[in-house]
């Protein structure tokens, strides 16, 4: 059975791919939060403020996603046997927190406030000027996103059915957030312009208010994903079933109890094999088995770095 690998590349560098999601969305999300605020402040715009919050906590969130990869790339040691790749599961959970409660939170509680206390409408012409330009931008990050998840989709899936698929946190977490920033702008949009058009400064708090709201949907829906993955999720059960098929394949083998997987970062997943060896086999041909096992299965599912076999399969082989 192999060592623990380090988690991450198997040289233990970082995912490059993943990375380039997560500097695209940082670019982006900086930039915007800036405009936004400056245009908040000028037309007392609180959908604005709703969306200048979001494309802050966004940019922090980034930064988490950043030290949540380089922690998981640290390889195995003493205190941490099977590595660190679940080191970016936890800062994906922690980004989820942040947009549930500053992103979430604080976008309804300033709408609120707006309600209360609604500011005069002002000439919205450079709401619309910030808001399109945000919109390319979060655009562009969330298409490199969708490239990324559109890279490991299985045929004839759809990109929601890829992110529920999905054991890469940096890149689903990054496509959920510019999925959301995208609906955002667009509520910001049409809060500001139903109020312009109607004359109404109750239009534009409730689409903070609504903003808020998509983004704690849009945290739950991390959270979900997240800590599923944090709490040790299996493989897909294509694989499973292929894994179970490639096991039975093998002819030292009399029967297959169980194979229990858990995924140990995005590109490392632990196999425990409960198996049945067939009885008085030498000591020599159970290790040729399990040598045979293992190379088929690095073979066929790469991202199987650990295999560990049962000691009762071994004792039945050789009584």
């Keep these: 059975m192999p060592p623990p690998e380090e988690s991450g590349h198997p040289d233990g560098t970082p995912r490059r791919g993943s990375q380039k999601v997560i500097y695209a969305a940082i ?11 400056i245009v908040a402040g000028i037309t007392g715009s609180a959908a604005m403020v709703a969306e200048g919050i ?3 906590v966004d940019t922090g969130n980034e930064f988490l996603l950043l030290l949540g990869e ?15 790749g679940k ?4 800062w994906a959970l922690i980004v989820a927190l942040s947009v549930f409660s500053l992103g979430g939170g604080l976008s309804i509680y300033h709408g609120l406030d707006a309600l209360e206390n609604p500011p005069p409408l002002e000439d919205p012409l450079w709401n619309y000027v910030v808001l399109g330009v945000a919109a390319v931008f979060e655009g562009y990050s969330w298409n490199v996103s969708r490239k990324a998840l559109n890279a490991v989709r299985k045929p004839g899936t759809t990109l929601w059915q890829a992110v529920r698929a ?7 977490t990054v496509f959920i957030e510019d999925s959301a920033a995208l609906l955002g702008l667009a509520i910001a949009a049409l809060g500001i312009a139903l109020g312009h058009y109607f004359d109404n400064p109750y239009a534009d708090p409730a689409a903070s208010i609504l903003i808020g709201l998509l983004l704690i949907g849009a ?4 959270a979900r994903e997240t800590g599923a993955l944090l709490v040790g999720e299996s493989i897909d059960r294509d694989q499973l079933a292929a894994l179970y098929a490639l096991f039975r394949s093998e002819p030292a083998l009399d029967s297959v109890s169980s194979l229990r997987t858990m995924q140990m970062g995005p590109e490392e997943v632990l196999l425990a094999a409960s198996v049945q060896f067939r009885r008085g086999m030498r000591i020599d041909e159970v290790e040729q088995a399990i040598a045979r096992i293992e190379s088929a299965v690095a073979s066929a599912h790469p991202v199987i770095r650990q295999i560990y076999f049962e000691a009762s399969a071994l004792r039945t082989s050789m009584r």
């Design 70 to 84: 380089r922690r998981s790339s640290r390889p195995a040691d003493r205190k941490h046997p099977f590595g660190y």
């Design 54 to 56: 979001h494309s802050a």
């Design 27 to 37: 670019v982006a999300n900086l930039g915007i939060a800036t405009a936004k605020f």
């Design 219 to 222: 945290a739950i829906m991390l």
């Design 87 to 90: 080191s970016l599961y936890f």
């Design 166 to 172: 999905s054991k890469d946190a940096s890149v689903f």
